[in-house]
């Protein structure tokens, strides 16, 4: 399955591949120029599905919308690389088409890659849907030719090299051209710099079609020193030194580490992590090892070996691991967006979205015009709804919704028309667009393509609706301001439900009993299923916040409620259910302008806003 043959040991290395493989690696989505992306999460490191299971485990890392790298069996690609990149949507793919011919560095070296596209890659290609193949960034083409070991044979495989990327980029794929194994990597001494200086033009082919390379990157005995795991886990890095002394262009070349673990020599039972150490110090060898690569940029990220083993790899086996796993990406989520974040804004008044610390400081902000919606996803991305040129007269000004990184880079992009005023990531992956001058729910699919629409009973225009969100059982509760409204749809956009307010009201939040509380302008009312009105907050309750409109809230996990008082004397508040003020915006922090949208960042588990 992996190769972890080290530059010390006199054995032949050992070789033993799947026939093919899948490698969806969140760690960056090269774009069409090859630029790297940012890491849902921050976190470089993610698994490598052996697919011998039901699947039920890596599904649950996949449904946590942070898993950074995921290398699966091409046989489950057509199911799980959809389902993957739905739920993680700034993931890269990667598709490994190794086996088949091996390299015997005789002969023609062109004609040897047009013979082993036409006997094994094209056909394990066509293996896969072309629309998930669309979904793909990388096909590792070359993960059963070992590494060349002489200056002649790096020349043939440079020819061969050249040859299978013309042919990958006429296919129009992106190839990984080389698949390493551990301590394989010519690079080490002078001699193997010599083989590796000759692979250049073949690597430069990579680059030049987009592509890349990968190598597998396992530690002996645990170690977390870099000088020693230069010759093993970190070994690339003496390959990227080269580069950077001779051949600089190539220090853009990206790379995979296609296996990633502890390691002696490849025996199942008796070379991985838990039968010479235990998962809490492997969990530690992993924070470390992630902390190295992510200094790296040609380093897109890592697949630790193995899930889904079937009960095979008995000792490499990280199905136990898969809670630590969890929470470690979700750490690694809330350290994504730097500085001590408190609060996520929509900062109208700025047109920008701003993370603010407990002092007022703006710790991060992205430019956004009229926006009145925003949330921080699990993965650490921040998604917003805009309008350009907006004007409460018009009804065609540009708008959509965005999802970026923490870097700022775009992951996800729905343009449309009219003003919009909310947005939300859906259970399914999918995006729910509240489109007030359509007068619609739009459901926008990861790709930015529209799935659907729902028709709302309001009428369409600057005041259809304000906060729109999608509730357990796959309904949508919609805060229709010119309605005097709250109305919830089902899937299909039957009306369910409709509980008329006596103010224009701008969020609505069903409860976990079941009620619904909404507010907007100066009052706040909970409603049972029946709909009595079991709680009320009016402005005059709480005089001191110099309340001006109740507009976006959160429902913290101890019942209180997070305010954002839309251009009132205090910004933000926190009331509880016997209408006593909690907590405000310190009277000492910068004044903060008119929005809308706030988020607490500092809240575990679902959110209610």
């Not at 995979?256 to 199942?268: A, F, K, Q």
């Not at 710790?363 to 949330?375: F, L, V």
């Not at 357990?472 to 307010?501: M, N, P, T």
Request: contains cysteine.
């Amino acid at each position: 399955m992996h190769s972890a043959v080290h530059p010390n040991s006199p054995e032949v290395p050992r070789r033993s591949f799947l026939k093919a493989f899948v490698v969806l690696a969140v760690s960056a989505i090269a774009s069409a120029s090859g630029a790297e992306t940012s890491l849902p999460g921050n976190s470089k490191l993610g698994v490598f599905d052996l697919g011998r299971d039901d699947g039920r485990t890596v599904r649950r890392l996949i449904d946590t919308g942070r898993l950074p790298i995921y290398r699966t069996t091409v046989e489950k690609a057509n199911e799980l690389v959809p389902y993957y990149k739905q739920r993680n949507p700034g993931g890269l793919v990667m598709i490994g088409l190794g086996g088949g011919m091996a390299a015997e560095y005789t002969g023609d070296a062109a004609s040897f890659a047009m013979a082993r596209w036409k006997s094994y890659l094209q056909p394990e290609l066509e293996r896969i849907r072309p629309e998930v193949r669309n979904l793909v960034d990388y096909f590792a083409v070359a993960n059963n030719l070992s590494e060349p070991h002489s200056v002649p044979q790096a020349e043939w495989w440079s020819e061969y090299a050249k040859a299978l990327c013309a042919l990958c980029q006429k296919s129009g794929i992106r190839p990984l051209i080389l698949s390493s194994g551990v301590g394989c990597l010519p690079c080490v001494d002078e001699s193997q710099l010599r083989v590796l200086e000759a692979m250049l033009p073949g690597l430069r082919a990579a680059l030049a079609c987009q592509g890349g390379w990968s190598c597998g990157a396992f530690s002996v005995d645990y170690t977390m020193d870099p000088q020693v795991e230069s010759k093993y886990s970190l070994r690339y890095r003496r390959a990227y030194d080269f580069f950077r002394r001779k051949a600089p262009d190539l220090m853009a070349l990206p790379m995979i580490l296609s296996e990633v673990g502890i390691d002696r020599s490849g025996d199942p039972n008796l070379d991985g992590y838990a039968a010479r150490g235990s998962a809490e110090k492997f969990s530690q060898w992993i924070v470390w090892f992630d902390s190295e690569i992510k200094k790296d940029s040609c380093i897109r990220g890592g697949a630790l070996f193995a899930i889904g083993t079937g009960g095979g790899w008995k000792s490499f086996d990280l199905d136990v691991m898969v809670p630590w796993l969890s929470a470690y990406w979700n750490r690694r989520a809330r350290e994504s967006v730097p500085g001590t974040n408190y609060l996520l804004f929509a900062a109208e008044g700025m047109r920008k979205i701003v993370i603010l610390a407990r002092d007022g400081s703006i710790q991060w902000e992205y430019p956004a015009e009229m926006s009145r919606d925003a949330w921080r996803l699990p993965n650490g991305n921040i998604l917003f709804c805009y309008n350009n040129e907006y004007d409460s007269r018009r009804n065609d000004n540009p708008s959509g919704v965005l999802e970026v990184t923490p870097d700022k880079r775009i992951m996800f992009h729905f343009r449309t028309t009219g003003q919009v005023w909310s947005c939300q990531r859906m259970s399914d992956g999918n995006t729910l667009v509240g489109a007030a001058s359509q007068g619609k729910l739009l459901i926008v699919g990861p790709d930015g393509t529209l799935v659907r629409s729902i028709q709302l009973r309001g009428a369409p225009g600057h005041s259809c609706l304000r906060n729109a969100r999608q509730i357990e059982g796959g309904h949508f509760l919609v805060a229709e301001e010119g309605s005097r409204a709250v109305r919830e749809y089902a899937s299909d956009g039957a009306l369910v439900r409709e509980i008329q307010v006596d103010f224009p009201p701008y969020s609505a939040v069903r409860l976990a009993n079941g009620n619904t509380l909404a507010c907007g302008q100066t009052k706040m009312v909970e409603v049972d299923e029946n709909g009595r009105v079991v709680w009320t907050l009016n402005a005059a309750d709480i005089p001191e916040m110099g309340v001006r409109w109740f507009a976006g809230i959160q429902v913290l996990p101890n019942g209180n409620v997070l305010v954002c008082n839309a251009g009132g004397k205090v910004p933000f508040l926190e009331v509880n259910r016997q209408k006593q003020i909690t907590w405000q915006w310190p009277s000492s922090a910068p004044a903060i302008p008119l929005g809308h949208g706030i988020q607490r960042l500092d809240i575990e588990g679902s959110l209610l806003k």
